[in-house]
């Protein structure tokens, strides 16, 4: 067990530092996970921060959640007697089993999606495959030079084997997958696009090839409104600079918003495991944004979930667009998975 954390002890007390639930003895003293980890941090950073009042945050009734103040903070853990021991084993490295845990699984996440970037800056394929071709044989990678102007067929597709690479939605019948993928599909390949133009610090969302994500013939269909093209790839973009989303974040919530009990059509027994999942990566985001975010917590949770629907709206009016397109010129032929997947 960790020398820093006695997790036999009481938890029906609260913590000596802040006031707050504790969850056990950490650094010998009754306290919560999150100063746990604050002392942790300040310890092993040599961390010195200052008060900008008289020192004496905790003992002024005025001033409103005094940890935020962290040289009191720091000050009232010593004072409560905790003591980092510096001859502790490796393993008080890795706070405890729900870290190493979250860890090893944003590692795993991390590089699936490095993996899901490369199908798609890397591969292009001659092949048509429709929605079913792909469920029917995900293992099957294109395997020639990406063409940009081809860029949302292989943003899809690479996004279904992303998923598809995952146990639980191979356990999944075809006939609940097929309902999934086309519920979901289209929104988190644009939430990909938008954590892209994101991490290549852009403002607005291009293909990996650097030219705009629409076809030009689209583009010049709707050369009267093109304000509507241009919002769907910046607007969201700018929310995501403002919260400043982490490649963390992005890997769980593109799972949590995969993992949808509530999509209409599917099995009482699809139902059930995405339920799990979901619960599984909520619960490793919460976890995340404890040890990231502290206190705020809370309301990083809020704003990441509110992205849902941010999403959801632009993928819808980028549907409509290209149902719009479709509907005026006939003649365009999309590639049979965009066909599925945007429901011309």
Same mark, same amino acid.
């Given at each position: ?182 519920? #979901?599909? +289209?929104?988190?390949? !644009? ?5 892209? =133009?994101? /991490?290549?610090?852009? $403002?607005?969302? %291009? ?91 809370? #309301?990083? +949770?809020?704003?990441? !979930? ?5 999403? =959801?709206? /632009?993928?819808?009016? $980028?549907?409509? %667009? ?23």
């Amino acid at each position: 067990m960790d020398v820093g954390s006695d997790l036999e002890s009481p938890t029906n007390q609260f913590c000596k530092v802040c006031d707050r639930k504790a969850y056990g003895r950490h650094y010998g003293v009754i306290s919560c996970d999150a100063c746990k980890m604050f002392f942790r941090r300040v310890y092993l950073g040599n961390m010195l921060y200052s008060c900008r009042r008289l020192g004496n945050c905790f003992n002024t009734p005025s001033i409103s959640r005094p940890w935020k103040c962290q040289s009191c903070r720091y000050k009232r853990c010593i004072d409560n007697g905790m003591e980092f021991v510096a001859s502790s084993p490796p393993v008080t490295e890795v706070i405890d089993t729900k870290f190493k845990k979250l860890e090893k699984m944003l590692g795993e996440l991390r590089l699936k999606d490095i993996d899901r970037q490369a199908k798609l800056s890397s591969f292009y394929s001659l092949d048509d495959p429709c929605l079913e071709d792909v469920l029917k044989d995900p293992m099957a990678a294109p395997n020639h030079v990406v063409d940009p102007h081809e860029w949302a067929f292989l943003a899809l597709f690479s996004h279904m084997k992303y998923f598809m690479d995952f146990k639980f939605v191979q356990n999944l019948s075809v006939r609940d997958q097929k309902i999934i993928f086309q519920f #979901s599909t +289209l929104k988190l390949t !644009y939430f990909c696009g938008l954590m892209r =133009t994101l /991490n290549e610090k852009r $403002m607005k969302m %291009l293909n990996p090839g650097g030219q705009e994500i629409y076809p030009d013939d689209l583009i010049v269909h709707y050369r009267s409104t093109p304000y509507s093209l241009a919002r769907i790839c910046s607007e969201p973009v700018d929310r995501m600079i403002e919260w400043r989303i982490t490649n963390e974040e992005f890997y769980l919530l593109n799972l949590i918003f995969f993992c949808n009990p509530a999509i209409p059509g599917i099995s009482n027994t699809t139902q059930m495991s995405l339920t799990r999942k979901r619960n599984k990566y909520s619960g490793a985001l919460f976890h995340y944004c404890q040890i990231k975010y502290q206190q705020s917590a809370p #309301s990083r +949770l809020a704003d990441l !979930y509110s992205l849902y629907g941010i999403i =959801t709206t /632009n993928a819808q009016q $980028m549907e409509n %667009l290209f149902y719009m397109f479709n509907f005026n010129t006939p003649e365009f032929k999309f590639r049979n998975l965009v066909t599925d997947l945007f429901h011309l």
